[in-house]
């Protein structure tokens, strides 16, 4: 599926996956401070990221057909 903006969307997507194997890998290592990193990551994520920017796609994916996988 391709929208406006979809290749920097998808990159987003690569770099929080890349920043949270990095944080558990921090985490591995039995660093407690690591854990709030953790969590103020993924706070940011949902809502920067989940609640604004893929909210934003809401319009595009209304335009898929209802069998849409």
Request: glycine letters at 2%; a positive charge; aromatic letters at 8%.
């Amino acid at each position: 599926m391709r929208f406006p903006g979809h290749y920097e969307h998808k990159k987003m997507h690569q770099e929080i996956v890349l920043s949270l194997k990095e944080v558990n890998a921090e985490l591995q290592k039995e660093k407690p401070e690591y854990r709030k990193d953790l969590l103020d990551l993924i706070r940011k994520w949902v809502v920067d990221h989940l609640i604004v920017t893929d909210k934003a796609l809401t319009p595009h994916l209304k335009k898929l057909p209802p069998n849409f996988r």
